[in-house]
Each structure stands twice: as C-alpha cells, then as structure tokens.
C-alpha cells in the first residue's frame, strides 16, 4: 500500500508541474507559473493561502509572490525578515527538506497579524541553487495526513527535477517562438496559434508608415530603434489577454478575444504611434502606422485567409492616408 501511495503521489505531482510547465510555456506568461501550479496544488493539500519568499545572501528577504496578503501584510512581513533570522526558514534552507508546523504561535516565525494558525514551508530550487521558500498557510489547525505527507515530498523531489528542464523548456520557447528585436511572441507563434484555435477571436495586421524612409535616411540600427520603441508602446496599449506579436519586418499582428472592441484597440494603436514623436540619439521623427482587421472564422476559416482580408483592409487604411 506504501508503495502504492508513493508512486501515486510521484505521478501526480509530476503531471501537475509538467502540466503547469507546458501551459505557461504556451502562452509565454512565466509569471503566472507559481498562481497556476498553486491553483493545481490547492486541492490535495488544501491550504488557505500561500506565498513564495525569495533568497537573498542565504535569508528570505522579499515575497515576490502571494495569493491571498495585500501589500500592506507584504511589507509587514519583509520589515520583519530584514530585523531577524527566522529559526524555521534556517531548517528549511538547511536541511533542504519542507517542513510542517501545526502550531506557528509557538515559533519566533509567527505573523500575529496574518492569523496564520498551521505553516508548511517548502525550499524552492532553480538548477540545483535555492531559489526560494514556498509557504503554505492556514488559518486553522492543519493535521498532516499520511498522503499529504507523501504529496509533499514528491512535490518537493520534482519541483527540483523539473525546473532545470523547465528553465531549458523556457530557453527553447524563447528561441522558437519570441522575436529577438522586440520580445514579442513571432511568426512561429501566430502560425501556431492558429492550428490549434478554435474560438472567434480579431486579427488586426498592422504596419508602419514609410518605414523604408527611416531606414534609407538614418541605416537599419537607428530602424531596429524605431521598431523596438514602437513594439512597446503597442504592448502597452494592449490588455493582458490580447496577444501580440512581430510578424516580420514592420509588420504586427493582434490577436484579441473582445471581437466587439476590435476597432477601439485598432484605433488605440494608431493614437499611441501617431501621436508622440520618437526620439533616438538626437533625432526626431513621427512615425505613423496603418492597421486592418479581419474576424476568425467569421471570414475566413485559416490563418492566411484572415491574413489577406486584413491585409487588404490595411492597404486600405495607408490609401486614405495618401490621399
């Protein structure tokens, strides 16, 4: 039965890491890497709330993350880690093991004003090296049953297992599916995208104005400048939700869920571009941008057909200009 329960819990929590791994991956969000493997995680250990404290100089210093304390219990807590050394995050780091306190009112680790009652407390590593403590609060008594037990030490053994290959994952993604000039996701990605999507989303293709011009006039470095300037203000316009990407040259594509607002983020781009000068090494220029959109799978049931609608639509938008 022991051995039963110790494969299960190898199992488990390898499909619940390599799952979260994949789905991060996918949408190159890795930020949201600790929210979704907590959320997965939730269910069997079934705690209240939980944070991740990153090492500095060997101490968790900082809570990088958290999914429950506001920024007010943030820095309560870090104001405390930088006055003293906590006995509890010592044995962690230490023994490199997770550890279980049923009652933290009895430890010079309590957080009075968090109500924290029960805390497990499991070292995070990154390539062999401790990134972090990972802490699991409740606030109640929590007793530890013989599956959680196993649970926790599979969790542990594959959390540091899999992140050398998730980091290796990660680095893999980059090169695949991220343009280099920017950090926007590329044409790989789009391509992708679109043979897996399956819901109605707007595409919205845009490109610079006279782009040639700048590059002709002040070389292909000061143009890589003006793209990657231009790339982040259009990502700054943009809802997490909404994906973008370079699709080559000057060319970007939008990808968005808010089919109804497709002509408000359109417009909203070309406000952001149009409307402040871009300065580089001296040099003044206003640049301008023209945008098209086309409706998946509204008009068109693939990528290339929604593509050339949009395209077209594009064109269209840089003739008004001219005239």
Same mark, same amino acid.
């Given at each position: ?9 190898? @199992? ?7 799952? *979260?791994?994949? !789905?991060? $991956?996918?949408?190159? &969000?890795?930020? %949201?890497? =600790? ?100 802490? @699991? ?7 530890? *049953?013989?599956? !959680?037990? $196993?649970?926790?030490? &599979?969790?542990? %053994?594959? =959390? ?164």
């Amino acid at each position: 039965m022991f051995n039963y329960f110790l494969k299960y819990s190898d @199992l488990l929590t390898a499909k619940i890491i390599l799952e *979260t791994s994949v !789905e991060v $991956l996918k949408n190159g &969000k890795v930020n %949201e890497f =600790f929210h979704k493997l907590m959320t997965k995680t939730q269910p069997f250990l079934k705690f209240d709330a939980w944070s991740v404290l990153e090492v500095e100089e060997d101490r968790p210093k900082y809570v990088v993350l958290s999914n429950f304390y506001n920024k007010y219990d943030i820095k309560s807590i870090e104001k405390k880690l930088s006055n003293q050394p906590f006995a509890l995050y010592n044995v962690v780091m230490k023994t490199k093991k997770w550890k279980y306190v049923k009652d933290v009112s009895k430890t010079s680790a309590w957080f009075p004003n968090l109500k924290i009652t029960s805390w497990i407390g499991v070292p995070l590593f990154f390539d062999s090296k401790i990134y972090g403590v990972l802490n @699991l609060d409740y606030f109640r008594t929590k007793k530890l *049953t013989f599956k !959680e037990k $196993l649970f926790l030490d &599979k969790f542990q %053994e594959n =959390f540091s297992r899999f992140s050398s290959d998730f980091k290796q994952l990660r680095e893999l993604f980059y090169q695949k599916y991220i343009d280099q000039l920017t950090g926007l996701k590329n044409r790989h990605f789009i391509e992708e995208f679109f043979e897996e999507n399956k819901n109605r989303v707007g595409v919205i293709f845009c490109d610079l104005d006279k782009f040639k011009e700048v590059n002709d006039n002040y070389g292909h470095k000061f143009g890589d400048k003006v793209i990657k300037i231009v790339a982040k203000r259009m990502k700054n316009v943009l809802k997490n939700e909404d994906e973008i990407a370079r699709y080559g040259g000057d060319e970007f594509i939008i990808i968005t869920k808010n089919v109804d607002k497709v002509d408000t983020i359109l417009n909203r781009v070309k406000e952001i571009i149009k409307k402040y000068d871009i300065i580089i090494e001296g040099k003044r220029i206003n640049i301008g941008i023209s945008c098209g959109y086309a409706i998946f799978p509204d008009e068109g049931d693939s990528l290339w057909e929604i593509l050339h609608i949009a395209d077209l639509r594009m064109y269209r938008d840089k003739g008004v200009k001219r005239e």
